[in-house]
């Protein structure tokens, strides 16, 4: 079936090198991506981390190398056809429309992405998300914490088989990155996706990952579980 074909599928990235000019961002980077785990890139700032996550979304076309998930191969996706992919996307930025309430923010998503049951859906992320009571507020009314999820729930709604968050807790407090570890850590237990996390928060790699890539200088320096990492 479809589902045990995704199920067996791994994104699988072999000697990805991506510049622009004679500035090499990603240098001959190798790695493996599996469904059920949480994959984080560990890096400063300018390590190539957003690179790679936009490589993987169609945004940039690498240099050099592949990147393929099942018969799908990333080098010659165009901008957008991730959507045939059903990929959700959390960008380090929040992209939302200041005057838009939540709920209509996931309805707009939802339509375009012709999701089934979408009002059942919307409750379902937003109680998720611990979002319900802001249902009806606009965006400029919302804290940045709760922005972030808004974020996130925008790049889950579609129950994605391909999950990027790129720094998924940048800018916010303390106790909203720990409310969205939490919800990260429910996504994994009860979604089999791929899920791909960059962040520079050691502290966070360690919380949520199966897998630890630390990235430096566009080149993942060492890869493992946590324990393995430590």
Not at 12 to 39: D, P, R, T, W
Not at 52 to 74: A, V
Not at 152 to 168: Q, R
Not at 217 to 224: F, P, Q, R
Request: with cysteine; proline share 3%.
């Amino acid at each position: 079936s479809r589902t045990s074909q995704i199920d067996d599928d791994t994104l699988s990235v072999s000697g990805l090198q991506k510049s622009f000019g004679s500035y090499v961002v990603l240098k001959n980077i190798s790695a493996k991506f599996e469904h059920g785990k949480v994959h984080s890139l560990l890096g400063h700032n300018g390590a190539g981390k957003s690179t790679f996550i936009n490589i993987l979304t169609g945004i940039y076309k690498p240099t050099e190398g592949n990147i393929t998930y099942g018969k799908h191969n990333f080098r010659h996706m165009r901008k957008y056809e991730s959507n045939k992919l059903n990929i959700g996307i959390c960008p380090a930025y929040d992209v939302l429309f200041p005057n838009l309430t939540v709920y209509n923010h996931l309805k707009v998503i939802g339509l375009i992405k012709n999701i089934r049951n979408l009002e059942v859906r919307i409750s379902e992320v937003m109680s998720l998300l611990k979002l319900t009571e802001y249902t009806n507020f606009k965006v400029n009314q919302l804290s940045g914490g709760n922005k972030r999820k808004l974020t996130l729930g925008i790049a889950i709604i579609a129950k994605p088989t391909l999950l990027f968050l790129d720094e998924p807790t940048s800018a916010i407090d303390p106790v909203a990155r720990k409310e969205i570890w939490q919800i990260l850590l429910q996504l994994k237990q009860s979604r089999n996706m791929i899920t791909l996390l960059t962040t520079h928060h050691l502290e966070e790699a360690e919380f949520l990952s199966d897998r630890i890539n630390v990235l430096g200088y566009g080149e993942i320096l060492v890869s493992g579980t946590v324990e393995e990492i430590k």
